[in-house]
């Protein structure tokens, strides 16, 4: 077992994606501190590093530690990107969060001012884009501006750890935990979730920054606020393929399209399949080695097509399936499934013969995510407040925080990067204000 404290991602490289396997603390070092409060942070995505951020800069002598655990290879969550290495070609893909749009608040237009200004983490994304409907009629959109991670997405979240990295902080990456909090014991108590069930530490605080982990948390009273967010929201999924092109001449053709990132609206032919297209590679920073390396394309379905094509997959698979061979299933179905529409979709935007585009991608590779889109449920009233008007849940008589774009209102960023980075931002200040 080995020991890490943050300030890994630089010294790892620009994404902080090639960590190796589970990083965790020591025993020793996981014992509960006496000279603060030691916090577990499940999630590495915008909310929980924003969060993870915002309390270390304050310096609160409430927290002595602050542990963030993750089931990825790094931080990042929906905002993440993914690198693949390919018969010597190297491609790098924002599979998930495409782009930060114009800020609502103006708390965020100052975080993200502070991104653009002191670590160069963020830059506009000067491409055109446009919106795809029928009959291939296009129309470009306003010039709001677009703002990416720079070289990658995932970079923000990278940066938000590095910028508080010290020994007050560790990251574990590459397996799921699980969180339980027992009626005998003040501390909340961390386990690798899986057949060794790894004691992993005891903890005074509790952030949940995932809402897919809340069902994980073995507590009666998170239970009961678990089943709340799951009758108000529901989650949509998305699948996303992600895809290049080497040769020159499909380079070429491509070039031809019109636009670095589209919406498809209700009335284009392949819109019951795909909601977004976007050249990756057009974005600021996508550069390796001195030089780009072919053209990379990102490709989102509509969360009803992923939600049939998970469905059935599943089904077809029934009991005999374990969960990877599920999901491995899945990412080799949206390889199929969206890409002869992606070919269709261009064939109709260069007014080519169905059929006739004949282009041969260089590397392609499918990607689910299950819970993409936190949207209110129709089922339910919509207008139940889980963060009491705060952005984030915190419930001091268990000493648990639930943060995320989610437990925003639409006015700030709800279900945007936006939301989660004020989720985070405001339960580090609800935190160190106890």
């Known amino acids: 077992m080995r020991s890490f404290g943050c300030g890994l991602f630089r010294r790892l490289g620009s994404f902080g994606l090639t960590l190796p396997g589970l990083l965790v603390l020591s025993a020793s070092a996981s014992s509960v501190s006496q000279g603060g409060s030691r916090i577990a942070v499940i999630g590495a995505g915008v909310a929980g590093c924003a969060f993870t951020n915002a309390l270390l800069l304050k310096g609160s002598p409430l927290c002595s530690k602050v542990h963030v655990f993750d089931g990825g290879r790094g931080p990042g969550g929906r905002s993440s ?7 010597g070609s190297e491609y790098v893909f924002d599979h998930g969060a495409q782009y930060i749009g114009e800020p609502k608040t103006s708390e965020f237009e100052a975080i993200l001012s502070k991104w653009r200004a002191e670590n160069g983490c963020v830059e506009e994304w000067k491409g055109s884009f446009g919106v795809i409907g029928g009959d291939n009629n296009t129309q470009s959109q306003k010039e709001a501006p677009r703002y990416v991670g720079k070289p990658a997405m995932s970079s923000i979240c990278s940066y938000m750890l590095d910028e508080v990295a010290s020994t007050n902080l560790v990251c574990s990456f590459g397996a799921q935990v699980r969180a339980v909090k027992r009626a005998s014991s003040p501390y909340w108590e961390v386990y690798e979730d899986g057949p060794n069930n790894k004691f992993l530490g005891e903890f005074d605080w509790l952030v949940s920054a995932d809402k897919a982990n809340l069902k994980d948390i073995d507590n009666s009273d998170v239970q009961v606020f678990a089943d709340k967010v799951a009758k108000h929201f529901e989650n949509k999924p998305c699948l996303a393929l992600m895809v290049a092109f080497h040769e020159k001449d499909s380079e070429q053709i491509l070039s031809k399209f019109q636009f670095d990132g589209a919406l498809l609206d209700k009335k284009c032919a392949q819109a019951d399949k795909l909601s977004w297209i976007a050249k990756d590679s057009s974005k600021p920073g996508r550069v390796r080695d001195g030089k780009k390396k072919g053209s990379c394309y990102v490709l989102h379905s509509t969360p009803e097509y992923a939600k049939e094509i998970i469905t059935d997959i599943t089904q077809s698979w029934g009991a005999e399936g374990s969960p990877k061979d599920v999901r491995e299933a899945i990412a080799k179905a949206a390889e199929e499934l969206l890409y002869s529409p992606f070919l269709d979709l261009i064939e109709d935007q260069l007014a080519m013969k169905r059929g006739s585009l004949q282009i041969k991608p260089s590397f392609i590779k499918g990607h689910r995510w299950g819970a993409a889109f936190p949207s209110p449920s129709t089922k339910a009233e919509l207008d139940v407040d889980l963060a009491d008007g705060r952005g984030a849940h915190v419930d001091s008589s268990i000493n648990f925080i639930a ?18 980075t004020l989720s985070g931002v405001a339960a580090a200040n609800a935190l160190a204000g106890i």
């Open 81 to 87: 990107t993914r690198k693949h290495k390919h018969h």
């Open 403 to 420: 943060v995320g774009d989610y437990l925003c209102t639409k006015d700030r960023g709800f279900a945007r990067i936006e939301g989660a």
